[in-house]
């Protein structure tokens, strides 16, 4: 989430005098210790049971992320120091067993609103910005090491877009192609199948639901869904409420609902047969996790997370969610990772 599209509320707004840049670090250091104390704590949230684990060991957003090997990938991603916005290079890995993180290889470059996604066990950075510019390159971790898929090139260069693979191919969808211009957004999307370079990106049919940024994405039964995300105006942005469906064996889009109100920098995530929706930003973050049923386009709410967060990604193993950083007020970072279950007994609201 692009830390300029949300008002400022907090005082830890990248102000260049001494006074405002000491009370962001005295937050961070309270964050940071309040994380620790969470350590182990539960949480019930309403039809979630959740537990704060080992902090994430550098607060950030915009990061890419996903699993790998059972583990927990955040890579890159933005954080602020000293009222400066640094893009990072950071990998680390979460252990869910151990409940531990542990340093992996950096990227190759320092990156942040980079769209991500994985297949077969590789994790793959698509584009994002230097904090300068938008980026083209491909990079793909495997666990262990990183490498540059320069014969994965974006076809254009993008920020703040969105990823998502169908176990094949890797689908990159919306975005802009410079930082914080958010009137040039891009209305194309576009997949390719990482195993099989040589055809290149194809270009999905021509949809008004491809030109945003900021939106969520998830894949589910031969079908790629859209939710919100924003669109460029003067002075900033609008949220989108629309709801959006591709069929991966007929290549059409068809709009299949509406989000109870315009929300951005949400997560989707496949569950089953049904795809929940967590956090975001409307006007204000949001805690509330969404439940989207695709036969019949029916949202409804479905429990709460433990802090309202934006820009953060949610991956289940087993029967576990687990989820760090995001951005949890306007330009502050999250230091806390969390492990989330639906209660057996939850009551999903109609």
């Given at each position: 989430?692009?830390?300029?599209?949300?008002?400022?509320?907090?005082?830890?707004?990248?102000?260049?005098?001494?006074?405002?840049?000491?009370?962001?670090?005295?937050?961070?250091?309270?964050?940071?210790?309040?994380?620790?104390?969470?350590?182990?704590?539960?949480?019930?949230?309403?039809?979630?049971?959740?537990?704060?684990?080992?902090?994430?060991?550098?607060?950030?957003?915009?990061?890419?992320?996903?699993?790998?090997?059972?583990?927990?990938?955040?890579?890159?991603?933005?954080?602020?120091?000293?009222?400066?916005?640094?893009?990072?290079?950071?990998?680390?890995?979460?252990?869910?067993d151990q409940n531990r993180w542990t340093a992996a290889a950096p990227m190759p470059v320092a990156v942040g609103n980079a769209a991500s996604a994985v297949i077969g066990g590789t994790l793959f950075i698509l584009g994002g910005t230097d904090?300068?510019?938008?980026?083209?390159?491909?990079?793909?971790?495997?666990?262990?090491?990183?490498?540059?898929?320069?014969?994965?090139?974006?076809?254009?260069?993008?920020?703040?877009?969105?990823?998502?693979?169908?176990?094949?191919?890797?689908?990159?969808?919306?975005?802009?192609?410079?930082?914080?211009?958010?009137?040039?957004?891009?209305?194309?999307?576009?997949?390719?199948?990482?195993?099989?370079?040589?055809?290149?990106?194809?270009?999905?049919?021509?949809?008004?639901?491809?030109?945003?940024?900021?939106?969520?994405?998830?894949?589910?039964?031969?079908?790629?869904?859209?939710?919100?995300?924003?669109?460029?105006?003067?002075?900033?942005?609008?949220?989108?409420?629309?709801?959006?469906?591709?069929?991966?064996?007929?290549?059409?889009?068809?709009?299949?609902?509406?989000?109870?109100?315009?929300?951005?920098?949400?997560?989707?995530?496949?569950?089953?047969?049904?795809?929940?929706?967590?956090?975001?930003?409307?006007?204000?973050?949001?805690?509330?996790?969404?439940?989207?049923?695709?036969?019949?386009?029916?949202?409804?709410?479905?429990?709460?997370?433990?802090?309202?967060?934006?820009?953060?990604?949610?991956?289940?193993?087993?029967?576990?969610?687990?989820?760090a950083g995001g951005e949890i007020g306007s330009k502050v970072r999250g230091w806390n990772t969390w492990s989330g279950t639906l209660r057996a007994d939850a009551r999903i609201d109609q």
């Amino acid at each position: 989430m692009s830390d300029t599209l949300v008002s400022p509320e907090t005082g830890c707004l990248g102000e260049i005098h001494r006074s405002a840049s000491a009370r962001c670090v005295r937050r961070s250091a309270t964050m940071k210790s309040l994380s620790i104390l969470f350590m182990f704590t539960t949480l019930s949230a309403g039809a979630w049971k959740w537990r704060a684990l080992a902090p994430l060991p550098q607060p950030r957003a915009g990061y890419g992320a996903g699993l790998v090997d059972h583990r927990l990938v955040v890579a890159g991603g933005s954080y602020w120091r000293n009222g400066q916005k640094i893009q990072s290079a950071q990998t680390d890995l979460f252990d869910p067993d151990q409940n531990r993180w542990t340093a992996a290889a950096p990227m190759p470059v320092a990156v942040g609103n980079a769209a991500s996604a994985v297949i077969g066990g590789t994790l793959f950075i698509l584009g994002g910005t230097d904090g300068r510019r938008a980026r083209r390159r491909v990079y793909a971790f495997d666990g262990v090491h990183w490498s540059d898929r320069t014969d994965l090139m974006l076809p254009e260069a993008r920020t703040n877009g969105i990823a998502v693979s169908d176990g094949t191919s890797l689908f990159l969808i919306g975005g802009i192609r410079a930082p914080d211009r958010y009137s040039s957004e891009l209305g194309s999307g576009w997949m390719i199948n990482p195993s099989r370079p040589g055809n290149g990106w194809q270009q999905l049919a021509e949809c008004r639901c491809t030109k945003r940024l900021i939106l969520a994405a998830a894949a589910l039964n031969e079908k790629l869904f859209l939710f919100g995300g924003a669109i460029g105006k003067s002075g900033g942005v609008d949220n989108l409420s629309d709801i959006w469906s591709f069929d991966l064996m007929k290549h059409e889009w068809t709009q299949v609902g509406h989000l109870p109100e315009p929300r951005r920098a949400m997560w989707a995530a496949a569950d089953g047969n049904r795809i929940l929706l967590f956090g975001g930003y409307t006007d204000a973050f949001r805690n509330d996790v969404l439940l989207f049923e695709p036969l019949d386009g029916r949202i409804t709410t479905a429990g709460n997370l433990p802090e309202p967060i934006a820009d953060a990604k949610f991956f289940r193993i087993g029967s576990t969610w687990y989820t760090a950083g995001g951005e949890i007020g306007s330009k502050v970072r999250g230091w806390n990772t969390w492990s989330g279950t639906l209660r057996a007994d939850a009551r999903i609201d109609q």
